[in-house]
Nanobody, 124 residues
Framework: EVQLVESGGGLVQAGGSLRLSCVAS????????IGWFRQAPGKEREGISC????????YYADSVKGRFTTSTDNAKNTVYLQMNDLKPEDTAVYSC?????????????????WGQGTQVTASS
């Protein structure tokens, strides 16, 4: 059974940091790209980062570039999203997704598997 499980969300003051984890199981982790997406109330789901296990490339949306970084621990089938200098507009449910991509991108339709998400709230 394919599973993606996120953790690490919570409540933080603006300017603070959180690290999210995405643990994958049920598929060959090293053949997939892992994307992070977020959805705020009343807004569309937004892609914010992609990490390709195939070639190690990373891609970030402009909204988080310079503040968020991804890393991976292949031995644990885990991708991390380190979020620094959080802003109130970063408040959303954050989900990870996995897909076999020709290159790192944030097209939702390219991702096959999705986690349930974890809530991140940055208070002003």
């Amino acid at each position: 059974e394919v599973q993606l499980v996120e953790s690490g969300g919570g409540l933080v003051q603006a300017g603070g940091s959180l690290r999210l984890s995405c643990v994958a199981s049920g598929f060959n982790f090293e053949d997939y790209a892992i994307g992070w997406f977020r959805q705020a109330p009343g807004k569309e789901r937004e892609g914010i980062s992609c990490y390709s296990n195939i070639d190690g490339t990373r891609y970030y949306a402009d909204s988080v570039k310079g503040r968020f970084t991804t890393s991976t621990d292949n031995a644990k089938n885990t991708v991390y999203l380190q979020m620094n200098d959080l802003k109130p507009e970063d408040t959303a449910v954050y989900s990870c997704a996995a897909g076999v991509l020709p290159y790192c991108a944030l097209y939702r339709s390219w991702y096959d598997y999705w986690g349930q998400g974890t809530q991140v709230t940055a208070s002003s």
